[in-house]
């Protein structure tokens, strides 16, 4: 490279006026190119980019509290335009979703409180967020008659964490579950650590409840395959990461063994590469394992999710249209 | 406290839809109140009330390398429209805002290059942004000339940081220029440290060309009586940190030492408390220190400044309309 | 609280010499009990009394990639002498164990490469680590044939996590193996989430040699029910965090369903809580949860897990003395 | 690069014994060079490397609370030791070590508490530190004498910051204080941004007892020449940054403007680089300012200084052994 390739681009400055759209704003740090506002700009490029790509098959990963803070409905709303193609989460943040589907609420709370005061109360804390026991309980109660019809229904036969969660989805009503908009979109989702979240100890009620031989049989490898097989029906694979934790290494591990290799890839973290977790990890570093395709779009953001994530939606939806249309269904 | 108090706001779903304003996008995070959505909408509010309150001097705080980044034209608009009535920066800052203003550029780059490259093509790089040394001795050379013109005028007296700013100033033709801004808006621009930046380096020029006795006296402690000044005749005082470091301490140190205490703070940080340093440390601390009133409106957010700043301004700048003037010039 | 009830303990000056041993610097440290230091100081005191209690059933959770970064003989050698009851770990921590069992290893890289050139070679890197993807496959090899093997053995039954790492740790030789040492020292290491790892990979490749009927059955959920009845035989529980993730989830997540709570905790992570994940949740918050009691002793490092757990280990062996024996084997 | 270049050094498993010297357990980082603990390896081998070349000026940057956190004897010692021959720091640290110099202290307190009944009790909080304002108003007191008597001495004559320190220092009896030692060992102390601390409060309070012409003057860009002195004498320079902000620029501009550029670099600190600021950037960057030479032994330690600092100053202190002089008085 010669020195003029290195001062080819200035760096413009952003300016702000009384009523921008999001998107205007996006804009203005792509002007900038720098920093955390080059970071932000690049995702919305690479998310846009991905969903105007008919042939790419987007995993959503999605790990964090960020249902009981509150972005429910917006993936629902993703999942529902078939922005996501595949979800791949934490259990909790689909129980959670569960807990809102069937009734209960999440409240705002302060992360500063005297723990030992809630615990008396029965009011569980999630950083600022505060969860009434009884919620859970009444979710808990609710999903074990389900599991129930379900384990009558499957007959013994083995489901997959998606399997199950499209047969708890046919029996939500709420449309602003991302668990319901799942099911009614086809939308796949797995759970890889299913085990490790609320879901097991419904489970435990459940197989309870059931003489030896009836109860559900859930089996996480299972979800494998099937994750294979879409991938391998896949033309191009995109990732969107929520956080990092399983659901991001899921859908890398995915990309690797299938040796497809992602095209598209944006990560949402506060998580740093130093201390060697897949977290934190460098996107770079995903390409020595042919996770990530070398020419692949890619760009990891430091932030919080629910301030970048929602930012980012609303700019690509904003480039789109209201009349952009996705995918049609009769296509699938 | 009762058990039905710490359950009486739900968290509502963060709702997006295809042309938000920011503000729109903001007022959705105000429905969540959760983790990073939370701060940032409180963030906005804060921003706000202090805006809106005619009676509170506004002191802004600037560290980290924003300038380059493209936040110049930003806080010039700000100290224009007296959103802001004190600037508190590192000297690099305001260094960088005359780079451009005397005719240099910053450039988009990347944060993973050959820096020994760079070194031999005398190419300077912050993060992922390049300034070429040439645009650096551009400015050293325009401000040597301006500091041998200020010596002259200034006749022995001695300059604090903001009276040099001013002189340059008054020089400035660019209007992006923060520094031609605050000259033009007579807001005080303090550089409690800047001794260490550029300026000492333009400062040594100088005075190899000036006999003994004649270059210009800066005394980085004169500030302090006019930063005094100005808070004793505020009737409330407000705070807004982008970073940390010595621009926050020295308006938390003057609000402690005037006694007055800080009625409205927004700090944007991505430091983290428990090291125990100042950039990092919660607003609760401040308390203990009197520097934040026990009633004070304030939040810290943790992100990327370049992100989470903008987007602020934006929100509010949209809440207050175009028609919205801060302050009557005669009034001052 | 009076004003003396503040001010009761000085801050001592930490003081170092020629040749100190790790537990004097932890002393010293101790006599800080500021910051960092005083934290660390605390995790030693908090982690010493967990060892010497022998009521109680200390969980180790493991996360973060710590084994292939050269920590799986402390481990192993914590897992032998009994100073860990139950492992807690990540599918990749116990594989990359095996990987050097099994006559693989792992080198020492730079974060800094190019990371497709070590894609050209075969070559994948964890941070500043390269492995040999050649490592990767004898391993598979070498464990489908257990796999295969052990599906025999257990004749269509379920198997638990842990009773197929005993199964594989029955045929592993290598003494510093974490795998080997908790077969041997009869310590259940339970994978929560077994799937998101190479396990998976192996588990197909083993699937593909086997008809139908025969494969492993592998139950996720089973050790659910074997963590319960270890935590209901305990006096008393206690957690050692490495990282967060799964792992400290599915042991602050039995403290609370078996309604026992954890006596002791120590968590070493780099996370942080206001972005409301679980890894970087405070202990306080789990009080609110019935995960931890309120008067457990608990103390949060902030920082990396290479660097303090084994200083923590070190120091605490020091304290214990050559002649400390944690359990009486006869006794369990 | 083959292949086998990035094969060639295997990680080794660190191991853990019952009576560990610091720099043993350093060892054992050093057999696994990975994340945090190869980094602190090659922190402590760097730092001797510097200690031993007796060709070297080094200079420590000391930025966040540590003094009050209670490094100040371990920093007072090195200085005696001459393992440090410049110290730029905050005003702050220096301050803090001399209320305790003056018989003022640091107190044990507790990051979570009400700040609000801190501050009835007029008792300021630093993270788990607190420090009654009579020790301030105390150390203010004996300043202000001083100032007095220097004001006196100096007749007119403008001081350096390093001047004013060695002139409190000579007035200091406490050996375990920094400026005292400072002193004693005619080590320089710098303090760019003196008017940024209770210093700034102090000069007022003595500028209020003088007539208008007699109160000391205090000009920071005097200690400029004089730290360019030293380093134009030295052969070669090395840089220990605790923390960051404005003391590790101030070397790292003194490195490039001299144009002589660091040949050793440690840098501790828990910041990170994507948001541009200067203490979070790395050492790569340094090179392309011609701060750090290219073939600088170097290295970036992410995590809290209380902690790494003093470990690794012990392993060095082993590693030289008792009978180890930096340097003969008489070749100054």
Known sequence: MKRDDFLCQ???????????????????????????????????????????????????ALAGAVVPAGLRAVIADLIRKRFIDVLVSTGANVFHDLIEALGGHHYVGHWSVDDFTLRKYHVFRIYDIFVPEEDFVKADAKLVEIFDEVAEESRGNTLSTNELIWKIGSRIADPKSIVRAAYDAKVPVFLPAIRDSEFNYVYWLHSMRQPASQPLKIDSFKEVQEFVDIVERSVRLGMVVLGGGVPRNTIQHIAATTRRGLDYAVVITMDRPETGGLSGSTLEETISWGKLKKTAENVMVIGDVMVIFPMMVAAVLERLGKDFIRRERSNQ
Chains 1, 2, 3, 4 share one sequence.
């Open 10 to 60: 200035k760096v413009e400055p952003i300016e702000l006026k009384t009523e921008m759209t999001v998107n205007e704003l996006i804009e203005e740090f792509g002007k900038s190119q720098s920093f955390g506002a080059g970071r932000v700009s690049t995702a919305c490029d690479v998310f846009e980019r991905m969903v105007r790509d008919k042939n790419c098959t987007i995993c959503l």
